[in-house]
């Protein structure tokens, strides 16, 4: 799903408007990100939990290389 679907639904389901829920999207996946960067899990019903590898990675190593 998208996000302007996502903003859509929870527009239609939370009786706001579609600039609202488009921000309600947008801050939810900042604190998700936040949380995942800070190396903290996130639980979503129904979805699981979600976990950062190494939190405040900047890039990815591959063999030994930094990139």
């Known amino acids: 799903m998208k996000r ?4 859509r639904k929870l ?3 939370n009786r706001v408007s ?3 829920a488009r921000d309600q999207v947008d801050e939810m996946v900042r604190k998700i990100l936040r949380a995942l960067r800070e190396g903290k ?3 979503l019903p129904g979805v ?3 976990m950062s590898k ?3 990675r900047k890039g990815t190593e591959r ?3 930094k990139g």
Do not use: F, I, T, Y
Not at 4 to 7: F, I, R
């Open 4 to 7: 302007e679907e996502l903003a």
């Open 11 to 13: 527009a239609d389901h």
């Open 18 to 20: 579609k600039a609202q």
């Open 41 to 43: 899990p996130v639980e």
């Open 48 to 50: 699981g939990r979600l």
């Open 54 to 56: 190494s939190p405040g």
């Open 63 to 65: 063999n030994g290389n």
